[in-house]
């Protein structure tokens, strides 16, 4: 346990904000592209409820600004995915808290398909490797 510790202090702020988030993408990209069909369930069962953009939106909020705070670079390599990534959530966080119809009013225009489901899996695998692989060549 204290090599984790002493090998994490030796990240950089950003660095640690780049390997969270990168690690996030890999973990959800993975459980969307292998278990589709418990997502979409999850979101036709949920999609009705009030809280859920409430909690989703806060949730959002709360990653997004903490990328945005810790980690907003503007560079010319894969650490710019996790700069905008932030944003997003930032963003969708701040409209599924003030304006959550507009939210809901996007997402019954799109279909929702395992094949759809499985593919937003693959770009965050994509995404998340493309960030890993930043790192991994950086050390």
Known sequence: MSSILSQSAELSRTELVEWIVACALLVVGTSLLVRARFWMNAASTSLGHPLVPLFSGLYALLMGLVVVVLHNLWVA????????????ALT???????APELYAALLRRIPLT?????????VRIALGGAVVGYLLTQG
Do not use: E, K, M, S
Not at 77 to 88: C, N, P
Not at 92 to 98: A, E, H, T, W
């Open 92 to 98: 969708i966080g701040v409209i599924l808290l003030v």
């Open 77 to 88: 390599d894969a650490r710019v995915i996790v700069t905008i990534l932030g944003w997003v």
């Open 114 to 122: 395992p094949g759809l489901v499985a593919l937003r899996g693959l």
